[in-house]
T-cell receptor, first 110, second 115 residues
């Protein structure tokens, strides 16, 4: 494995509540990414980070924010969860060019 | 932005036969093309990748070919085994400022290897 953990692995929450997902790496890589995976859409980039406190938006960033206060941790926050954010969320770290994915977090918004 | 199309969406082969999955991309600036294998309940696992300065790359039973002119690339798995059964994703990437990369994924191919 690439030294990536995600927590929690499963979460059920109600519409309108805030949710934070955590990605932790032990590889000291500079670049980290958050993707969501939905049936028929493959994986789509939400946000990425290119260093501590340095982040940028991806393809589907609306409704999400991120933070990176330490090299090893990248947090994804849904400020007010909606049913359309029910998905599986994957974190990835990048080596030279290749990206390695974590085990995922399955989020259900009811 | 980049658009990646992947075919077929499902593929069944007999054990020992070959499997081919094809992808096309739209952005001529894309220069890195990885392939991922995803088993049920797990994260995608990188199995092979190719850069735009190479036309073909092989790793044991897996090979990838790239045609930059036609903007398509393919995954070839030979001598398939039941453990090859999984969902396979192609992706394309152009470099961001610095060395970050935004991967644009295809929609996936469910490969089933029949014993």
């Amino acid at each position: 494995d690439a030294g990536i953990t995600q927590s929690p692995r499963h979460k059920v929450t109600e519409t309108g509540t805030p949710v934070t997902l955590r990605c932790h790496q032990t590889e000291n890589h500079r670049y980290m990414y958050w993707y969501r995976q939905d049936p028929g859409h493959g994986l789509r980039l939400i946000h990425y980070s290119y260093g501590v406190k340095d982040t940028d938006k991806g393809e589907v960033s609306d409704g999400y924010s991120v933070s990176r206060s330490k090299t090893e941790d990248f947090l994804l926050t849904l400020e007010s969860a909606t049913s359309s954010q029910t998905s599986v969320y994957f974190c990835a770290i990048q080596g030279a060019s290749e990206q390695y994915f974590g085990p995922g977090t399955r989020l259900t918004v009811t | 932005g980049e658009n990646v199309e992947q075919h077929p969406s499902t593929l069944s082969v007999q054990e020992g036969d070959s499997a081919v999955i094809k992808c096309t991309y739209s952005d001529s600036a894309s220069n890195y093309f990885p392939w991922y294998k995803q088993e049920l309940g797990k994260g995608p696992q990188l199995i092979i990748d190719i850069r735009s300065n190479v036309g073909e790359k092989k790793d044991q039973r897996i090979a990838v070919t790239l045609n930059k002119t036609a903007k398509h690339f393919s995954l070839h798995i030979t001598e398939t085994q039941p453990e090859d059964s999984a969902v396979y994703f192609c992706a394309a990437s152009r470099p961001f400022p610095g060395s970050a990369r935004q991967l644009t994924f295809g929609s996936g191919t469910q490969l089933t290897v029949l014993p």
